[in-house]
C-alpha cells in the first residue's frame, strides 16, 4: 500500500514545538537504518502512522536522511563500489533540501581524493585529485524522474571569485552517472578537485538547463560571490559546499588554474595581464559537449579548439 500524501502528513508534522537532541536523533535513526542495506522499495511498505511519529520526532534532515539514499548507497546503485567505500570512509553527509520550480533537489554528500573511483579518464592523468557530490532530485508532483531522465538538469559546484560560466563542471573534466530510483533522480558528479579552494565560498549550483546559465544565477565581479537569480522562472539552486578549510592550498588553485588555461589554450603562451584572460562569453553552452560512455558514463567537456 502506497501514501501519496505522505509528504503531507510530514509537513504537518515536522514542526515541534520543542527539539529532540542531536544524541536522541542520531539513535533514532541509526535504529531505522540499522538494517544498513534497507531497500527503497521496502521502506514504502511503512505504515503511515509510523512514519508520521517518527516525524514529530525528528527535524527535516533527519527525516530527509532516512527518505533518500546516502551518498555510499547512491554509489553503489550507479555500480561504483571503490566510491561507495571512500563516502563511507573519508566523505561528509550534508542532507539539505530546496523545493524550487518544478523540482525538489536534496544534497546528499561529498567526497574528494585519488583513485576513489572505478571510474577513469584520459584527463585524469593530469588532475587525479577528483571531488565528488551526491544529489537526489525528485519531481514535486510526485512525476515519476523516469519519463524524464533525459531532460536538461545540469549540477556543478562553482568557486567564488572565478567566473562561473568559464569554471564548472564542463571545464573542469566533469562528468556524472546517475540512475532513477524508485522515481528519484540520483546523481553523482565529478570533477577536477575543489577542496584546494576551501579558503573561498564553495557552492553546488542546481539548475534546470543543459549548461551553466547566467540567466539563473548572479554574479558579482567585485566581490566574486555567486547568488540566484530571483526573477530566474524555472530551477535554480545553491547550496554551499563547506569543505575542510584546512585543506585549502593557494599555490596549488593558482597552479591547476594556470594549467587549466594552458588547456583552453594549447598553442597559446599564457600570459596573466587582464586583456589576455579569457573573455566573458568564450565557453558557453555551445563550447561544450556531452559524452555518454557505457563505462565512463556521462562526460561534459569543452569542444575541441575552445
Same mark, same amino acid.
Given at each position: 500500500?502506497?501514501?501519496?500524501?505522505?509528504?503531507?502528513?510530514?509537513?504537518?508534522? @515536522?514542526?515541534?514545538?520543542?527539539?529532540?537532541?542531536?544524541? @536522541?536523533?542520531?539513535?533514532?535513526? %541509526?535504529? *531505522?537504518?540499522?538494517?544498513?542495506?534497507?531497500?527503497?522499495?521496502?521502506?514504502?511498505?511503512?505504515?503511515?502512522?509510523?512514519?508520521? @511519529?517518527?516525524?514529530?520526532?525528528?527535524?527535516?534532515? *533527519?527525516?530527509?536522511?532516512?527518505?533518500?539514499?546516502?551518498?555510499?548507497?547512491?554509489?553503489?546503485?550507479?555500480?561504483?563500489?571503490?566510491?561507495?567505500?571512500? !563516502? #563511507?570512509?573519508?566523505?561528509?553527509?550534508?542532507?539539505?533540501?530546496?523545493?524550487?520550480?518544478?523540482?525538489? =533537489?536534496?544534497?546528499?554528500?561529498?567526497?574528494?581524493?585519488?583513485?576513489?573511483?572505478? $571510474?577513469?579518464?584520459?584527463?585524469?592523468?593530469?588532475?587525479?585529485? $577528483?571531488?565528488?557530490?551526491?544529489?537526489?532530485?525528485?519531481?514535486?508532483?510526485?512525476?515519476?524522474?523516469?519519463?524524464? !531522465?533525459?531532460?536538461?538538469?545540469?549540477?556543478?559546484?562553482?568557486?567564488?571569485?572565478?567566473?562561473?560560466?568559464?569554471?564548472?563542471?564542463?571545464?573542469?573534466?566533469?562528468?556524472?552517472?546517475?540512475?532513477? *530510483?524508485?522515481?528519484?533522480? &540520483?546523481?553523482?558528479?565529478?570533477? /577536477?578537485?575543489?577542496?584546494?579552494?576551501?579558503? $573561498?565560498?564553495?557552492?553546488?549550483? =542546481?539548475?534546470?538547463? %543543459?549548461?551553466?546559465?547566467?540567466?539563473?544565477? %548572479? &554574479? /558579482?565581479?567585485?566581490?566574486?560571490?555567486?547568488?540566484?537569480?530571483? /526573477?530566474?522562472?524555472?530551477?535554480?539552486?545553491? !547550496?554551499?559546499?563547506?569543505?575542510?578549510?584546512?585543506?585549502? /592550498?593557494?599555490?596549488?588553485?593558482?597552479? &591547476?588554474?594556470?594549467?587549466?588555461?594552458?588547456?583552453?589554450?594549447?598553442?597559446?603562451?599564457?600570459?596573466?595581464?587582464?586583456?589576455?584572460?579569457?573573455?566573458?562569453?568564450?565557453?558557453?553552452?555551445?563550447?561544450?559537449?556531452?559524452?555518454?560512455?557505457?563505462?565512463?558514463?556521462?562526460?561534459? $567537456?569543452?569542444? #575541441?579548439?575552445?
Amino acid at each position: 500500500m502506497e501514501y501519496p500524501d505522505i509528504d503531507k502528513i510530514l509537513k504537518a508534522t @515536522l514542526s515541534p514545538s520543542e527539539c529532540p537532541s542531536e544524541e @536522541l536523533n542520531q539513535k533514532i535513526l %541509526n535504529q *531505522i537504518k540499522e538494517s544498513g542495506k534497507m531497500k527503497m522499495k521496502s521502506k514504502k511498505i511503512l505504515m503511515a502512522a509510523s512514519i508520521a @511519529l517518527c516525524a514529530l520526532l525528528l527535524p527535516t534532515s *533527519i527525516y530527509a536522511a532516512y527518505k533518500y539514499l546516502s551518498p555510499k548507497e547512491a554509489a553503489v546503485e550507479v555500480g561504483d563500489n571503490l566510491l561507495s567505500e571512500a !563516502f #563511507e570512509k573519508d566523505g561528509k553527509e550534508v542532507i539539505q533540501t530546496v523545493t524550487d520550480g518544478e523540482y525538489k =533537489v536534496t544534497y546528499l554528500g561529498h567526497v574528494s581524493g585519488k583513485s576513489i573511483s572505478e $571510474r577513469v579518464a584520459s584527463s585524469w592523468d593530469l588532475h587525479p585529485e $577528483r571531488t565528488y557530490v551526491a544529489v537526489a532530485i525528485e519531481k514535486v508532483d510526485g512525476t515519476d524522474m523516469s519519463k524524464d !531522465f533525459e531532460e536538461s538538469l545540469f549540477v556543478t559546484p562553482l568557486i567564488q571569485g572565478l567566473k562561473p560560466w568559464q569554471y564548472n563542471i564542463a571545464s573542469m573534466n566533469g562528468g556524472y552517472v546517475a540512475d532513477v *530510483i524508485d522515481g528519484v533522480h &540520483y546523481r553523482i558528479i565529478e570533477c /577536477d578537485n575543489v577542496e584546494i579552494f576551501a579558503d $573561498r565560498n564553495l557552492y553546488l549550483a =542546481v539548475s534546470d538547463t %543543459n549548461f551553466f546559465s547566467v540567466e539563473a544565477f %548572479n &554574479y /558579482d565581479e567585485a566581490t566574486g560571490l555567486i547568488t540566484v537569480n530571483e /526573477d530566474y522562472k524555472g530551477t535554480n539552486v545553491l !547550496f554551499p559546499m563547506e569543505l575542510d578549510p584546512a585543506k585549502a /592550498d593557494s599555490k596549488k588553485a593558482q597552479e &591547476y588554474l594556470e594549467q587549466l588555461e594552458k588547456e583552453w589554450n594549447p598553442t597559446e603562451e599564457i600570459d596573466n595581464s587582464e586583456e589576455n584572460n579569457i573573455d566573458d562569453e568564450s565557453i558557453s553552452a555551445d563550447d561544450a559537449e556531452i559524452i555518454e560512455d557505457g563505462d565512463e558514463g556521462i562526460i561534459i $567537456r569543452m569542444k #575541441e579548439g575552445n
